[in-house]
């Protein structure tokens, strides 16, 4: 039988970190962290929750540090969690690794949590690379990915993350800027890198600096990127705040033969288009229809939480509710009722429990 660990590096976490482990120490054999520097409680948070606990140096580089935590365990399969991280759906998958060869990379679903605190935060799923057979080691400075030989599988593992809360990126930031900086100065053309660099600034606002990032990533992304989507998405609103709607709208149409199910897509091309029409209220006759089309599109497709960065409402009440305002401002009475009602019975539905 296979044996299974929880690896993590870590430092300064005392915020979260027993909340991550206590979500899926009933799961694994063993809890390994490597505390790379703590100057709270870390440690004996981490010790207190049933990890076993190592400190190491800090190098300025999380590949080096991850390859280093991955060497504390001999386990067959390494799930590979954040502090900020916990699991809160699918440990029986995870469990049935044990009699699953490790011969494959698990993909996880990790849904980033995104607004100025806990509640109420937008939420945006990622498929991540996170459940590594014994052997696997990562590349990268910053924004480290796994490598390995072996086909990759999706798991269905359902993680949380909360660091991109605005009050825990404002901790980070000064660190994240730096190792991205340097990242990029080793490898100019990298395309990830450049996306990473282009969302970096695009978060802090500067969205006339994060265009170029965007642009040259689109341009040497490889079309089957996990990340393309997301790098889409980004460009099409970082456009959009740039006032170059023409180019969001020709981005659009090049990237729909890709993602022509994404519901994340009409919808973002909806929203350039209402910009469009306010900016310049010439073309506000034409492009009324557009932007009706378009979020209609994104409700006949749908959620689509297997998209990679698909944000939650896009292909529901989020579509329902801009349909509601944009009838309204036309004057649109029963329409805008209409639509309203129909989001706020897709929003209910999407927060009750399932069914047993």
Same mark, same amino acid.
């Given at each position: ?54 400190? @190491? ?23 590979? /969690? ?9 440990? =029986? ?22 607004? =100025? ?28 990915? =796994? ?83 997301? /790098? ?54 034409? /492009? ?13 497709? @749908?959620?689509? =939480? ?22 309204? @401002?036309? @004057? ?25």
């Amino acid at each position: 039988m296979n044996r299974i660990a929880l690896v993590m590096i870590a430092r300064d976490e005392s915020r979260c970190i027993e909340r991550c482990l206590l979500s899926v120490r009933e799961a694994v054999d063993v809890m390994v962290v490597l505390d790379t520097g703590s100057s709270d409680d870390t440690v004996a948070r981490a010790e207190r929750a049933g990890a076993r606990v190592h400190r @190491g140096g800090w190098s300025d580089d999380f590949a080096a540090a991850r390859n280093a935590s991955l060497q504390l365990t001999d386990a067959d399969w390494a799930l590979v /969690l954040d502090a900020d991280e916990w699991i809160t759906g699918g440990l =029986p998958a995870l469990q049935a690794l044990r009699q699953a060869p490790p011969q494959f990379v698990g993909v996880i679903t990790v849904t980033n949590l995104f607004g =100025p605190r806990l509640d109420g935060a937008s939420e945006s799923p990622s498929w991540v690379a996170r459940i590594l057979p014994r052997g696997t080691r990562y590349s990268g400075r910053f924004h480290e990915q =796994p490598e390995s030989p072996w086909p990759r599988h999706r798991i269905a593992l359902q993680v949380r993350h909360d660091g991109y809360l605005e009050p825990v990126q404002r901790a980070k930031r000064e660190r994240n800027q730096r190792l991205l900086a340097r990242s990029l100065a080793e490898r100019p053309d990298d395309a990830y890198l450049l996306y990473q660099s282009g969302k970096d600034l695009e978060l802090r606002g500067e969205f006339a600096a994060a265009l170029p990032f965007y642009e040259r990533a689109t341009a040497g992304a490889d079309g089957a990127a996990v990340w393309r989507h997301d /790098l889409v998405l980004r460009s099409l609103f970082t456009l959009k705040k740039n006032r170059r709607h023409e180019e969001a709208l020709a981005l659009a149409q090049a990237e729909g033969r890709r993602f022509a199910d994404s519901p994340d897509l009409h919808f973002a091309l909806g929203d350039v288009l209402l910009d469009w029409a306010a900016v310049e209220p010439a073309r506000a006759w034409a /492009l009324v229809p557009l932007i009706e089309s378009s979020w209609q599109r994104a409700l006949e497709i @749908g959620e689509r =939480p297997d998209l990679p960065d698909s944000v939650r409402g896009r292909g529901s009440w989020l579509a329902a509710h801009n349909l509601a305002v944009l009838h309204e @401002g036309l @004057g649109r009475t029963a329409q805008a009722e209409a639509w309203r009602s129909r989001a706020a019975r897709m929003r209910a539905d999407a927060t009750q429990p399932p069914m047993r």
